[in-house]
């Protein structure tokens, strides 16, 4: 066997499997009742599917689904051979935790979640002991939580003291209910 034989038998190699990854991926997404226009078109890029299945697809209320779908999404790790997926767990965590925009990551309500509880009543803003409301029933708490509890939290909290000490407190104060979880 020559050294252009071989180029072309390593070259087959790699396109058959990527094939196998790709029918892997559309299969497990398929058995899952997934695979959609949009997963579909996520096929080529796991890392951005997997993190669209746990943005997107996830009833979080559910513990049924929510072990369900992140069990899909741990197989398409597996079966795209990404080694990060804690990585991309961190990242999503990360990113809904310290979104720009109110109401892409977290707006929440507290007096709503909390039953119209009015525990406020007589704090000052520059109390030091004042009381944040925990939004207990939230969703967007419940997906940070649960992803929380699978990476490891000595990097991600590294990030989030960093990002922190960027913004200043003058910005803090909304996030503050839901970082003090942390």
């Not at 009742?33 to 997997?50: F, H, M, Q, R, V």
Request: glycine share 4%.
């Amino acid at each position: 066997m020559d050294s252009s034989e071989r180029v072309a038998i390593e070259e087959q190699v790699t396109r058959l499997s990527m094939a196998i990854e790709k029918y892997n991926t559309e299969l497990i997404l398929k058995k899952s009742g997934l695979y959609n226009e949009k997963t579909c078109d996520l096929i080529e890029s796991p890392a951005d599917l997997i993190g669209y299945i746990y943005t997107n697809c996830i009833d979080w209320k559910s513990a049924k689904d929510r072990e369900e779908k992140m069990s899909v999404a741990e197989q398409l790790a597996r079966a795209n051979h990404l080694r990060n997926l804690s990585q991309i767990q961190e990242e999503l965590a990360t990113s809904w935790l310290i979104a720009d925009k109110t109401d892409d990551a977290y707006a929440v309500d507290p007096n709503d979640t909390m039953g119209n509880a009015a525990l406020d009543v007589g704090i000052s803003g520059s109390d030091e002991n004042e009381l944040f409301l925990l939004p207990f029933f939230d969703v967007t708490v419940d997906r940070i939580v649960y992803i929380l509890k699978l990476i490891n939290m000595d990097k991600i909290m590294g990030d989030l003291i960093t990002y922190l000490r960027r913004v200043g407190p003058s910005s803090l104060s909304q996030k503050e209910p839901i970082l003090s979880m942390l």
